[in-house]
């Protein structure tokens, strides 16, 4: 089994920056996308982005696309979420996803990690 813990949640002022940690570990030898989401209160969790674990590539959903940046650093099974020019509409609980198997699904869930931005 893998395990997926987020770290790096916080206090910030809007503008400010924050980036976010999630370490993999256990069997991870066949991890394929690694993604962020996120859930505000009253709200269902979105999709923030995600990178492939194999090439490096990424993608973004329009509203953080420019702030928030996605990378990963396999050797230590850890993958990164660096926001920048927060706003209060970030606030949310932040999750790391991953497909386990590689097979095209998210299917492994950490515990979240709160990030608040104030105005």
């Known amino acids: 089994q893998v395990q997926l813990v987020e770290s790096g949640g916080g206090l910030v002022q809007a503008g400010g920056s924050l980036r976010l940690s999630c370490a993999a570990s256990?069997?991870?030898?066949?991890?394929?996308?690694m993604g962020w989401f996120r859930q505000a209160p009253g709200k269902e969790r979105e999709f923030v982005g995600d990178?492939?674990?194999?090439?490096?590539?990424?993608n973004y959903i329009d509203s953080v696309r420019g702030r928030f940046r996605i990378s990963r650093d396999n050797a230590k099974n850890t993958v990164y979420l660096q926001m920048n020019s927060l706003k209060p509409e970030d606030t949310a609980v932040y999750y790391c996803?991953?497909?386990?198997?590689?097979?095209?699904?998210?299917?492994?869930w950490g515990q979240g990690t709160q990030v608040t931005v104030s105005s």
């Open positions: 990178i492939r674990r194999s090439e490096g590539s990424t």
């Open positions: 256990g069997r991870t030898f066949n991890l394929g996308r």
């Open positions: 996803a991953a497909d386990s198997s590689n097979r095209g699904a998210y299917d492994l």
